[in-house]
């Protein structure tokens, strides 16, 4: 089993500021098995992006995916106000797992 | 438009079973290389993907259920459905029926989510 542990828990930001999400697996695995996904309350997940780097129908280009190995990174440039949310990593390597998840908060 | 709706009892009684169903509408759940899956999240955690089935008649579940877990596919409904046994408190969550686009190692479409609560 391949275990997702996401940092930091909670990120604190402002409107205009760029964001960057870490996601870390206990062992290495291939790109093209690992997503990001949006949550905001209420609503179920979307996703955002698949094989680490490749962007969902839809979402704008300020999001991007990146890493390799077992450190991914999801970077929100120029944050808006819908982009606070919480964000998880998944892996589909081995069963699929999610990450814990980051809270984007607004400053 | 794919679009996929949950169904099924809100409230559960402990040692009780259970059962959901989706319906999938836009979209034959049989065609294309899709997999239909169920993933929970309990109030204010993570997401915990339960299990998956192939309308061919492939399934897999997560290690941890896996003894507790059934799905099943109905093609003629259009419609797939959960079964986990001898429920605890622990099963409380929201329950979502989603598209696995297995062979891109993603989860596309989202039902709304069902919550279900396990309580006498």
């Known amino acids: 089993e391949i275990v997702l542990t996401q940092s930091p828990g909670t990120l604190s930001l402002s409107p205009g500021e760029r964001a960057t999400l870490s996601c870390r697996g206990s062992?290495?695995?291939?790109?093209?098995?690992l997503a990001w996904y949006q949550q905001k309350p209420g609503q179920a997940p979307r996703l955002l992006i698949s094989?680490?780097?490749t962007r969902a129908t839809g979402i704008p280009d300020r999001f991007t995916g990146s890493g390799s190995g077992t450190e991914f990174t999801l970077t929100i440039d120029r944050l808006e106000p819908e982009d606070f949310a919480v964000y998880y990593c998944?892996?589909?390597?081995?069963?699929?797992?999610f990450g814990q998840g980051t809270r984007l908060e607004i400053k | 438009q794919v679009q996929l709706q949950e169904s099924g009892p809100g409230l559960v009684k402990p040692s009780q079973t259970l059962s959901l169903t989706c319906t999938v509408s836009g979209a034959p759940i049989s065609r294309g290389s899709y997999y239909w899956s169920w993933i929970r999240q309990p109030a204010g955690k993570g997401l915990e993907w339960l299990g998956r089935i192939y309308t061919g008649g492939t399934t897999n579940y997560n290690p941890s259920l896996k003894s507790r877990v059934t799905l099943s596919a109905d093609t003629s409904k259009n419609q797939i459905s959960l079964q986990l046994t001898s429920v605890t408190a622990a099963d409380t969550a929201i329950y979502y029926c989603v598209r696995d686009v297995t062979f891109g190692y993603f989860f596309d479409y989202w039902g709304q989510g069902i919550l279900v609560t396990v309580s006498s």
């Open positions: 062992q290495s695995f291939s790109s093209s098995y």
């Open positions: 094989g680490a780097s």
């Open positions: 998944q892996q589909y390597a081995t069963s699929p797992r």
